[in-house]
T-cell receptor, first 111, second 114 residues
């Protein structure tokens, strides 16, 4: 079973920041938080991942709480092309490429 | 730098037949994982290959088998196809030995069993 809990769906206005929450209260010390998104009929696209520090790249920012039990993915200026299902996954180093997906959050960006 | 490539992109098979799907990992990656994604569901882990051996396996029957070649590319084979095997099959590549490395997915192979 997936070790994360996410809202089923969210809406966001175009141009505004999209904040996607994820709960991973049973995360272990060696587990990373990964975020992927999937646009209909395409393969999952890597967004960002982190262990305990906040991370930022050209796509998004990842904010991890100090106790690491939850995190938030931030898309700073959402566009219509950001409409997708967003998956939050925890996975440890020893599992390599094994990711356990949950149902994800369906983000709809509206004009 | 080529990403993860999969072939074929779409195929249709008849119940009871066998199918082979192919994956080339991202350049520099040595580990390949396969996933099955049914319509409306998240991807489900099938198995993972490293150093030409199956290293981990999810809850899938023995009809699902795989292979990894010396150049790190991989094949997924499914025997005795069932209608329920219709799904998007995804390949993911990664690099073993690197803590917190990035895992990349291909665009997938759509399999329809009729």
């Amino acid at each position: 079973d997936a070790k994360t809990t996410q809202p089923t769906s969210m809406d966001c206005a175009e141009g505004r920041a999209a904040n996607l929450p994820c709960n991973h209260s049973t995360i272990s010390g060696n587990e990373y938080v990964y975020w992927y998104r999937q646009i209909h009929s395409q393969g999952p696209q890597y967004i960002i991942h982190g262990l305990k520090n906040n991370e930022t790249n050209e796509m998004a920012s990842l904010i991890i709480t100090e106790d690491r039990k939850s995190s938030t993915l931030i898309l700073p200026h959402a566009t219509l092309r950001d409409t997708a299902v967003y998956y939050c996954i925890v996975s440890n180093y020893n599992q390599g490429g094994k990711l356990i997906f949950g149902q994800g959050t369906e983000l709809s960006v509206k004009p | 730098d080529a990403g993860v490539t999969q072939s074929p992109t779409h195929l249709i098979k008849t119940r009871g037949q066998q199918v082979t799907l192919r994956c080339s990992p991202k350049s520099g990656h040595d580990t390949v994982s396969w996933y099955q994604q049914a319509l409306g569901q998240g991807p489900q882990f099938i198995f993972q290959y490293y150093e030409e051996e199956e290293r981990q396996r999810g809850n899938f029957p023995d009809r699902f088998s795989g292979h990894q070649f010396p150049n790190y590319s991989s094949e997924l084979n499914v025997n005795a196809l069932l209608l329920g095997d219709s799904a998007l099959y995804l390949c993911a590549s990664s690099l073993t030995g690197i803590s917190g490395n990035t895992i990349y997915f291909g665009e997938g192979s759509w399999l329809t069993v009729v």
